[in-house]
């Protein structure tokens, strides 16, 4: 969050399995690295069911950009093996009809998938006030007291997306993210260029200590 930062722009709706496999590749990567994985996955496989059908090795081999590749890979296909059992087709657009949840039930129950992976879904696939809760989130929204030092990340979850008016979560989340990568870094943070410095309880802290700039 900085007086620099680029308009808002919302990210390209994806449908909801698309969405599922995206955030898979996302973690513990960049949006860059997990971008290239998920287009050379979609170039190399014509559909969904072709990944499923597909060895696990050439399925982790089209995502090796996205790290930690063969893990991903076999989290991918558990996941659309579960969603083929239950759906008899590698489609979820009914979910697009249910209550937020039932939906957070339902992608929840799916192999792998978490709270983060649920709401990431439900705001970028299908266009509903979920506050996903990645590690910048988690830790912008810890140093500047918005919840508690021992919150664990499920808890985070729950805390920020009832407190975070549903009008700004979307919003919000994007800042928190650029912030994060940008400014409160998990080592070194630029406390000195921070613009919420003096709403924040753990910069003075930093900076007292040496561990800011």
Not at 38 to 66: H, K, Q, Y
Not at 133 to 155: N, Q
């Amino acid at each position: 969050m900085t007086k620099d930062d680029p308009p808002f722009e919302p990210k390209l709706r994806r449908p909801i399995v698309d969405e599922l496999v995206l955030t898979v590749l996302s973690q513990a990567t960049s949006d860059l690295n997990s971008g290239r994985a998920f287009e050379s996955l979609t170039v190399r496989f014509s559909s969904w069911d072709e990944v499923l059908a597909a060895p696990v090795d050439e399925v982790a081999d089209a995502i090796r950009s996205g790290g930690i590749a063969d893990v991903k890979a076999r989290r991918i296909q558990a996941i659309l093996q579960a969603i083929e059992e239950r759906e008899g087709s590698l489609d979820l657009g009914r979910l697009n009809r249910l209550r937020d949840e039932e939906v957070e039930d339902y992608l929840g129950s799916l192999p792998g998938v978490g709270p983060k992976t649920v709401a990431c879904v439900l705001l970028f696939s299908m266009g509903r006030d979920a506050f996903p809760v990645d590690t910048h989130v988690f830790r912008v929204c810890r140093r500047l007291g918005l919840i508690a030092p021992k919150v664990t990340a499920e808890g985070a979850h729950r805390t920020l997306g009832q407190s975070v008016p549903p009008d700004i979560r979307y919003r919000f989340h994007i800042a928190l993210i650029r912030h994060g990568r940008t400014i409160c870094k998990p080592k070194m943070p630029l406390c000195s260029e921070c613009v919420v410095f003096d709403l924040c309880e753990a910069g003075p802290k930093l900076l007292a200590a040496g561990e800011a700039r």
